[in-house]
Structure formats: structure tokens, C-alpha cells
């Protein structure tokens, strides 16, 4: 089950957050899957492209926030940890260096 969706500010990508704890990038052009974001233990249920679309944010029930690089399927610094509960949403500032969140 798909619990969240996202379009990168350029329309070129949707991701999608799932119950099967991945994230997935896809083209907007072609609908190919661009990268499978792995490494959440448990459902994502929030995504957020940065104001710049490079980089791609995820919330799961596992009380964790990944950064990932949207375009090559990295993870661009260890997870944000911390949260006493699941995340149920995330959302960048409008200059994409600061992540908001809610558990």
C-alpha cells in the first residue's frame, strides 16, 4: 500500500513512500522506476522533495528520517533519529536546509 506521494519541484519525478518500507523514485516522462530507496524497518509514511530536488526525505512508523540522493538511490547522511513515535509527516523549509516533523 502507497501512503504518501511527492512531486520533485521540476515535475520530472513523483516518489512514492509504502507499507513495504521503501520509497520509490519513478520518471514522470517514461513511469520507469528510476531507484528503490531501501532502509527503513518499517512502513514510510511521509516524503518531501527539497526546494531544489536534490534531495528526498522519508518518515517511517520506525521513528526514523532518511536523506537520500532522489537521482542515484544514496543515502546522503545517517538517519535522523530521536522521535519518541512514528512519523506521520515531514516538509522542508523553503531554502531545503531544514527538515520539519510531526510523530
Not at 512502513?43 to 522533495?49: H, K, L
Request: hydrophobic letters at 35%; glycine letters at 12%; a negative charge.
Amino acid at each position: 500500500r502507497v501512503n504518501a506521494v511527492a512531486w520533485s519541484p521540476d515535475g520530472g519525478h513523483i516518489a512514492s513512500a509504502s507499507d513495504d518500507n521503501t520509497v520509490k523514485v519513478c520518471s514522470t516522462s517514461t513511469g520507469e522506476e528510476v531507484c528503490s530507496l531501501d532502509g527503513h524497518s518499517d512502513p514510510v509514511t511521509s516524503i518531501a522533495f527539497s526546494p531544489d530536488g536534490r534531495i528526498l526525505a522519508s518518515g517511517s512508523w520506525d521513528k526514523s528520517i532518511r536523506v537520500w540522493d532522489p537521482h542515484g538511490g544514496k543515502e546522503r547522511r545517517r538517519p535522523l533519529l530521536g522521535h519518541g513515535a512514528a512519523i506521520n509527516f515531514i516538509a522542508f523549509n523553503s531554502g531545503g536546509e531544514i527538515i520539519a516533523s510531526a510523530a
